[in-house]
């Protein structure tokens, strides 16, 4: 397991930028496959992207492929989430999470998660 800490929620306008961060530490931090994932009220928790351990290989989810682009520093210890054109439907809790095994899409591969940092987007 790997520990995780976001950073960088906030309240944005419609069509503006934000960047979030997921700080991973633990013994495992720089073989760790790392997701991002996000839940609003009354949602089930969603998908929204992921990188390999090397940082070579990427996924995103279908709501936010082209506006949203993840990436890793080359310590491999921080995982950005650069969301662009942001919408008020991408208002939740978006998660960092270290994934365990199997499907990338699916929270339940995933057994180590953050806090979550909040980010709304209204005018």
């Not at 906030?10 to 934000?18: A, E, I, R």
């Not at 351990?53 to 989810?61: A, E, H, Q, R």
């Amino acid at each position: 397991q790997v520990q995780l800490e976001e950073s960088g929620g906030d309240l944005v306008q419609p069509g503006g930028s934000l960047r979030l961060s997921c700080l991973v530490s633990g013994r495992a931090a720089t073989r760790t496959d790392i997701g991002w994932f996000r839940q609003s009220p009354g949602k089930a928790r969603e998908f929204v992207a992921a990188i390999s351990w090397i940082g070579d290989g990427t996924l995103y989810g279908d709501s936010v492929k082209g506006r949203f682009s993840i990436s890793r520093d080359n310590a491999k210890t921080t995982v950005s989430l650069q969301m662009n054109n942001l919408k008020p439907d991408d208002t939740a809790v978006y998660y960092c999470a270290g994934r365990l095994r199997g499907d990338y899409y699916a929270a339940s591969s995933y057994d180590s998660w953050g806090q979550g940092t909040q980010v709304t987007v209204s005018s």
